[in-house]
C-alpha cells in the first residue's frame, strides 16, 4: 500500500528501512521502489477523483499555456502532460473542486488569485509534505530528482513547491 500522497510517509519508509537494508544508498533506491510499484500517484489521484465522482480527460488546448480545467464534474487536462508533471496537475483541479465555490473564468483577477493560491499551496500540502521533504532527506534524498523519483512528481513542482515553502516560511539561518 503506498502511503505518501495521502498517509504517513515516515512511518512505511522507516519500517522499510529498518527491516530491509544499511546502506544510505540501497535504502533510498529500495524504499523508492516499494512506494512506487505497488500503486502509483497518478492512480491514486484517479481514484481519489472517481471517489468524488469526478471525471478526467485528455484534451488539446489552443493556448499552449494551460495545463488543465475543471468544469463541471470534469478536469480536462492537456495531452502534452505525461508522467510526474501531469499528477501535480490533476491534483490542482481537484483541490479546486473540493475549495471553489465560483466559475473561476468570470471572477475578478483578485478572486482567482485568491483561489488559485489556496489550491496551490494545499496541492503542495499533499503532494509534498514537509514531513516527507524531511524523511526522504534523511534517507539519502539530496537531489530533485531523488525527491520526484520518491514522490511521483515532476522536477518543476519540486522546486516551486520548495519556493513557496520558503517564501510561506523564510529562510533556514
Known amino acids: 500500500m503506498c502511503l505518501l500522497p495521502f498517509g504517513n510517509p515516515a512511518l512505511f519508509l522507516h519500517k522499510l528501512t529498518y527491516n530491509y537494508t544499511n546502506t544510505k544508498y540501497r535504502k533510498v533506491k529500495f524504499c523508492y521502489k516499494i512506494v512506487t510499484t505497488n500503486k502509483m500517484l497518478h492512480e491514486l489521484i484517479e481514484q481519489y477523483?472517481?471517489?468524488?465522482?469526478?471525471?478526467?480527460?485528455?484534451?488539446?488546448?489552443?493556448?499552449?499555456?494551460?495545463?488543465?480545467v475543471f468544469?463541471?464534474?470534469?478536469?480536462?487536462?492537456s495531452r502534452e502532460l505525461t508522467g510526474y508533471d501531469l499528477n501535480p496537475v490533476l491534483m490542482h483541479e481537484k483541490v479546486h473542486a473540493e475549495t471553489c465555490p465560483h466559475n473561476l473564468f468570470r471572477c475578478d483577477r483578485v478572486t482567482r488569485a485568491h483561489f488559485e493560491k489556496i489550491?496551490?499551496?494545499?496541492?503542495?500540502?499533499?503532494?509534498?509534505?514537509?514531513d516527507s521533504i524531511i524523511e526522504l532527506y534523511e534517507h539519502g534524498a539530496r537531489t530533485i530528482?531523488?525527491?520526484s523519483d520518491a514522490l511521483e512528481i515532476g522536477p518543476k513542482f519540486i522546486y516551486e513547491s520548495v519556493l513557496r515553502y520558503k517564501e510561506k516560511y523564510g529562510e533556514s539561518k
Request: proline content about 5%.
Open 49 to 68: 477523483c472517481f471517489e468524488d465522482c469526478i471525471n478526467i480527460e485528455k484534451i488539446s488546448f489552443v493556448d499552449p499555456q494551460l495545463d488543465a
Open 71 to 77: 468544469v463541471g464534474d470534469t478536469i480536462y487536462h
Open 119 to 130: 489550491a496551490q499551496d494545499k496541492t503542495i500540502e499533499r503532494l509534498f509534505p514537509l
Open 145 to 147: 530528482e531523488d525527491f
